[in-house]
Each structure stands twice: as C-alpha cells, then as structure tokens.
C-alpha cells in the first residue's frame, strides 16, 4: 500500500472530525423491511455495543435516499484489520451512491445476521484461516492490488470463486483498480533530458541500460535474463541484484529515496537511454511504477510483465518488450542500433510532444476512473471498493426482499461469483531457458513452482471444507492431506 491512500484517510478524518452524529441516527424505521417481521433481529440486543462507537461522515451520494437508522444498516466487516479506510473509529457509517451501510473492522460481529459482507485484503489472506463456517447470506469481497506472487491462490480458479465481488489489478474484475500506479496523464508527459545529454552520459562511460533491482528471488526469475543479457550489451546494475555499479551518492542508495519519487533520483535514472522494467510476476494488467517511471523520466523501458501492456500505451511506440525479441542477444542488438541512431531512438519519446498520447483508451480510462491517485478531491481505492460493496450489498437485500413478498414470483437473485480472469495469472516461468534445462535444487524453481501449486491444493481445500459446511478451521490440513492423496492417485 502507498502513501496515496493515506493522503486520502487524512481527509476523511478531517471530513469525520467536521460531522454530525445525529444526522441521520434514528430517522427512519425500515429494519423491518431487511427481515422478515417472523424472525427475531440478532442484532437487536447486542450489536450496539459490540459496534461502539459509530461515526457518521458527512458526505452522502447523490443518489442514496437511505433514511434508515444505523442500526437497521446492512454491515460490512472488514476481516483483514490492517486495512480500514476510516479514522479514528473501528465503525463508520457509509453513506454510498445507492445506500448506506456500517463498515467496521470488528470481529465480533461476523455472525451477525445484519453481517452481509466480508471484505479481505488479498496478500494477507490465508485459506487455512478462513472464517469458517461460510455464512450463507454474506458475500466475501477481496481486495488485491498487489502482486500475484503476494498470494498464488487468487490465481487459480477454486480460490479466486471463493469470491463474490473482486477489486483486482486486473480490468476483468468488478471494481478495477487498473492503472492504480499511474497518477495521471501529466505524469507520462514529464520531459524528457535531451538526447545530447543522454550522449554525454555515454561517452562517461554509463551504459545504455539501467537495471535497479533488489528483490532477486521473484517468480518472474528476471535475473536469469538480465544475466544473458549483460553478455551482449553493458547493463549498469545498480541494485542488489546482478550488482555491478554504484550509485553517485550515498542518498540515492537508501532505499526510502529509490522507492519515492525524489526528484535527485529521477534525474539520475533520466541520464540513462533504457531502462530495464520487469515486474516481479507475470500477469495481464499487473503494471506497477516499474514502467510508469521509466516513461515518467524519458527512458525507454525494455519492459516484460504483463502480456497485454501494449493496451495502456501512450503510443504505439514509447516501450520495448523483451518477448518480441527471439533471444537476448537479438534484443542487444537492437538496443545497439538504436543506442547508435538517434532519429530513431527519439520516435519512441513523440508521446511527450504535445497530441503525443494517441491511446484513447488510455486517456478514457484515466478520465473515467472514480478514484484517485494522490488526488485529494477524488476518493481514495479502498473506500471506493467499499462502497461498491455496500451499493451490491443493498441491491441484494432489496432483490431478496422482493422475491419474499411475491411469494415466488419474483425470482431469488441469482448468485455472484468471481470468475478466473479476475486473477487468473499463468504458472511462473523461467526468465530464461526452458524449465527442463533447469537443474533440480534451483531456488526459484523450488520456491515458486511449488508455491503455485500448494497453493491450489489449499484453495482446493478450502473450498471442500466451506461445501461440508466445515466449521473447524483446524481440519484444514487434513483436507489438504485429502487432496494430495487424490492428486496423487491420479498420477
Ligand atoms: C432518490 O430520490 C430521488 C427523488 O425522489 C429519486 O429520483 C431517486 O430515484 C431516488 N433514488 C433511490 C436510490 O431510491
Ligand atoms: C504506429 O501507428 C502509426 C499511425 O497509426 C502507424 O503508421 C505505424 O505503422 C504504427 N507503428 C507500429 C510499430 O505499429
Ligand atoms: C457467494 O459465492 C458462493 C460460492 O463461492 C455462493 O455459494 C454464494 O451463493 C455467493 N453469494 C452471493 C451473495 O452471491
Ligand atoms: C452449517 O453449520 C452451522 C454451524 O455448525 C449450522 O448452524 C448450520 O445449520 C449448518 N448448515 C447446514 C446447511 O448444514
């Protein structure tokens, strides 16, 4: 998580600290219409208490006629504690486009009938620590912005249908968060240092390219490329991995510098013609700062990562893809030519000209998006993906309440569930070389290889527990041992 979304809490605090509790305490009495007059309300008795204190943001949307009383409000519960997009309280009430909800991060009331929503952050969750049993009526949400190496569950088709309501990197899922590294197309047009520079920089001896990197075991095994690489063209390596150069400066190294956008560290990296842009893990729209700075700063990138990249391109031509080339001498080579042509080096960086971004789909995409990144007058991810929860929440309610009162004419609202392009990333492969020329014992292939399989075993696993309606989460091992008998059978 960056310092965007904290920004943005900072806002809503203020927005809490300015808001009044009793607005909208108390005005309406349409609990009895979420439950059927016959059942006995749960909630009634103790939630109140178990909720405490509840604060009331001022802001509503424009389109929430909600009247009802706080207590009479659907919850939604945020199960992963770290991440909770209000302060100071554990409650909040949330006025969303379409209605209102209670979101808390309180445990305690999890079994509630009111509970109709449970919402995990993805790295942290942990199928072997799963609330169990499932809850029929609430719907679980995930939230993962981060890479998939973070949790190769979500990649495999029985973890990410766990799911009802997705917020991935990925533009399949239902609440987007595409393009979340890149704070506006403004960032894109930064200019460039001129070419002549670029050349004195050379004739210092730098190399054209950058590589900065200091997470070497990753799933997308980079290193083994890069390594091939720096055989044909020089690779100034200024990381830990692949190592081979210092940084001018003892600032630039502290990694609280390299992680922000300093501006003494932009123009270092500016000073270089290539920059090698590879993401930890391999997925459609998994797009990080990795790419968006080296086009921030005029480098070129020499980029892999996700296989549909070229969708969110200012132009046709501002980035090189290391798979278009067959080897990595083949991709030296062309870093060669441009290195020596200038002309042509230069038409990669026409989409910081004026009219330079040509990708409508690009420019939509920005305009359309309702969140924002650092952008104090949009809200921040997280409270947007809660209030989609709460809105869907609502509408079932609402559907399921109509289905009752027509005694069966209306139709019950069919269920919602996750589909594997909402995630779905491919198995790790090697950087470079095929897997079978790997030799037994590599630790990425130990490591990553094994960690996507379990990891579908323990989805697996969890899903048979939640059909057997499970309630004991220390089962969970032995469904797993259940599984890889059953694998093992096959075989
Ligand atoms: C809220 O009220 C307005 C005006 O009465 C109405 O047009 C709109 O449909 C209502 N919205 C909802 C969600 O009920
Ligand atoms: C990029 O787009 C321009 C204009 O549409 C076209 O002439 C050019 O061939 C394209 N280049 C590539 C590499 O696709
Ligand atoms: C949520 O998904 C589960 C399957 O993973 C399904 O059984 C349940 O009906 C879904 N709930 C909603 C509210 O769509
Ligand atoms: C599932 O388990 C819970 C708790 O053990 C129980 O209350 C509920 O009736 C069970 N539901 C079904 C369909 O078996």
Same mark, same amino acid.
């Given at each position: +998580?960056?310092?965007?979304?904290?920004l943005c809490?900072l806002?809503?605090?203020?927005?809490?600290?300015?808001?009044?509790?009793?607005?909208?305490?108390g005005?309406g009495?349409?609990?009895e219409a979420?439950?059927? *007059?016959?059942?006995? *309300?749960?909630?009634?008795?103790?939630?109140?208490?178990a909720?405490?204190?509840?604060?009331?943001?001022?802001?509503?949307?424009?389109? /929430? /006629?909600? =009247?009802?009383?706080?207590?009479a409000?659907?919850?939604?519960?945020?199960w992963s504690?770290?991440?909770?997009?209000?302060?100071?309280?554990?409650?909040? @009430?949330?006025?969303?486009?379409?209605?209102?909800?209670?979101a808390?991060?309180?445990?305690?009331?999890?079994?509630?009938?009111?509970?109709?929503?449970?919402?995990?952050?993805?790295?942290?969750? &942990?199928?072997?620590?799963a609330?169990?049993?499932?809850?029929p009526?609430?719907?679980?949400?995930l939230?993962h912005?981060?890479?998939?190496m973070?949790? %190769?569950a979500?990649?495999?088709a029985?973890?990410? &249908?766990?799911?009802n309501?997705?917020?991935t990197?990925?533009? !399949?899922?239902h609440?987007?968060?595409?393009?979340?590294?890149?704070p506006s197309?403004a %960032?894109? @047009?930064?200019?460039?240092?001129?070419l002549?520079?670029?050349e004195r920089? &050379?004739? #210092?001896?730098?190399?054209?390219?950058l590589?900065?990197?200091?997470?070497?075991?990753?799933p997308?095994?980079?290193? &083994?490329?890069v390594?091939?690489?720096m055989n044909y063209?020089?690779v100034?390596s200024?990381g830990k991995?692949?190592? /081979?150069?210092e940084l001018?400066?003892e600032?630039?190294?502290?990694?609280?510098?390299a992680t922000?956008e300093?501006?003494?560290?932009m =123009?270092?990296?500016?000073?270089?013609?290539?920059?090698?842009?590879?993401e930890?893990?391999?997925?459609?729209?998994? $797009?990080?700062e990795?790419?968006?700075r080296?086009?921030?700063?005029?480098a070129?990138?020499v %980029? @892999?990562?996700?296989?549909?990249?070229r969708?969110?391109?200012p132009?046709?031509l501002? $980035?090189?893809l290391?798979?278009?080339?067959?080897?990595?001498?083949e991709l030296?080579?062309?870093?060669?030519?441009?290195?020596r042509?200038?002309e !042509?080096?230069l038409?990669?960086? !026409?989409?910081k000209?004026?009219?330079?971004?040509?990708n409508?789909?690009?420019v939509?995409?920005?305009k359309?998006?309702?969140?924002?990144?650092n952008?104090m007058?949009?809200?921040?991810y997280? /409270?947007g993906?809660?209030?989609?929860?709460c809105d869907?929440v609502?509408? @079932? +309610?609402?559907a !399921?309440?109509e289905? #009752?009162?027509?005694?069966g004419k209306?139709k019950a609202?069919?269920?919602? $569930?996750?589909h594997?392009?909402? +995630?779905?990333?491919?198995?790790p492969a090697?950087?470079f070389g095929?897997?079978?020329d790997i030799?037994?014992?590599?630790?990425w292939k *130990?490591m990553?290889?094994?960690?996507y399989?379990?990891?579908l075993?323990q989805?697996?696993?969890?899903?048979a527990?939640?059909h057997h309606? *499970?309630s004991?989460?220390?089962?969970?091992?032995?469904?797993?041992?259940?599984?890889f008998?059953?694998r =093992?059978?096959?075989?």
């Open positions: +998580m960056g310092g965007a979304w904290q809490l806002a809503l605090a203020l927005a809490l600290a300015a808001a009044e509790d009793s607005e909208w305490a005005a009495d349409e609990a979420v439950w059927p *007059e016959s059942e006995p *309300e749960p909630w009634a008795a103790g939630v109140g208490a909720l405490g204190a509840v604060v009331t943001p001022a802001y509503r949307g424009p389109g /929430n /006629n909600d =009247t009802r009383a706080n207590r409000l659907p919850i939604v519960l945020w504690g770290g991440l909770f997009p209000h302060f100071p309280a554990d409650t909040a @009430r949330v006025d969303c486009a379409r209605g209102s909800c209670l808390t991060r309180r445990r305690q009331v999890w079994r509630q009938r009111r509970t109709r929503a449970l919402l995990f952050y993805g790295t942290d969750f &942990r199928a072997y620590e609330p169990l049993p499932r809850l009526h609430q719907a679980w949400a939230f912005e981060e890479s998939p973070n949790n %190769y979500l990649s495999h029985p973890g990410i &249908r766990l799911f309501y997705t917020a990197f990925r533009r !399949e899922s609440y987007p968060l595409t393009l979340q590294w890149l197309l %960032y894109l @047009r930064r200019e460039p240092l001129p002549p520079d670029k920089w &050379r004739q #210092r001896g730098y190399g054209p390219v590589y900065l990197q200091s997470h070497c075991d990753v997308a095994d980079r290193d &083994r490329y390594r091939q690489l063209i020089q100034d200024y991995c692949l190592h /081979n150069r001018p400066s600032r630039l190294t502290d990694t609280s510098t922000t300093d501006s003494e560290f =123009t270092f990296i500016s000073r270089y013609k290539f920059h090698l842009a590879m930890n893990a391999i997925c459609n729209d998994y $797009i990080t990795k790419l968006w080296p086009l921030h700063v005029g070129i990138p %980029y @892999r990562g996700s296989p549909s990249v969708d969110w391109m132009d046709n501002s $980035i090189i290391v798979d278009d080339f067959g080897s990595p001498q030296a080579e062309y870093l060669h030519f441009l290195d042509n200038g !042509e080096y038409k990669y960086l !026409e989409y000209k004026p009219g330079g971004i040509k409508q789909f690009l939509q995409s920005l359309s998006r309702e969140w924002g990144v952008d007058t949009l809200p921040n997280l /409270n993906f809660e209030c989609f929860i869907k609502n509408e @079932r +309610m609402k !399921e309440r289905h #009752r009162k027509s005694h209306v609202p069919e269920p919602h $569930i996750a594997f392009t909402h +995630m779905g990333c491919p198995m090697p950087g095929n897997i079978e030799p037994e014992g590599d630790s *130990e990553w290889l094994q960690d399989w379990q990891s075993d989805s697996e696993a969890l899903t527990m939640i309606n *499970e004991h989460q220390g089962k969970f091992w032995d469904y797993m041992h259940e599984i008998l059953k =093992t059978r096959q075989h």
